[in-house]
């Protein structure tokens, strides 16, 4: 099967720009999980959506990041305007909804300068 | 907070030798505990997990160590290879969000 797929891979904008992340799950993966890893840190969950639902956004830092799943589908993450904390590397995860197993995709790695 | 704590933050360990990553966690709740493996440019990819109703599990090369009282556990990379080089996180849910440890970067050395 094909596994999650992110795009793009990598993104660098400035400071103020908006951005807009994409993650195309597994088909048949109502789970779909947004992370993100700042250098160094740990994975920190961002949000969950349980088909087009959002189950769970209690990880989105502030109001400046939207996430969004169209159809139960593929989602977007969208952070208008982004700062310089922003940075890091943007996890989509997925799995189905009777297993703990999540499968990730590669990533986006945000920089903004 | 950090819920999961892991350390070492980095290991360097010679081919054939055991690797030993560990992890500690404060929620008893927790009732899942996967490790990841992640190469460089690629996404963390499901290594092995435990639950807390066994003290230890064993895939090929790889075991977790699970002590429920001291909420701790580890991960042993036995005869270590050259191919096993990558960034180990270990893990922990309820069963909705994972909370992570930071990371530990591997390299084995030929």
Known sequence: EAGV?????????????????????????????????????????LLHFVKESKQDESGMPNNRFLAERTGGTYSTLKVQPAELEDSGVYFCASSRLDTYGYTFGSGTRLTVV | QQQVKQSPQSLIVQKGGISIINCAYENTAFDYFPWYQQFPGKGPALL??????VSEKKEGRFTISFNKSAKQFSLHIMDSQPGDSATYFCAATTGNQFYFGTGTSLTVIP
């Open chain 2, 48 to 53: 092995i997990a435990i639950r807390p109703d």
């Open chain 1, 5 to 45: 797929t992110q795009f793009p891979s990598h993104s660098v904008i400035e400071k103020g720009q908006t951005v807009t992340l994409r993650c195309d799950p597994i088909s048949g993966h109502d789970n779909l999980y947004w992370y993100r890893r700042v250098m160094g840190k740990e994975i920190k969950f």
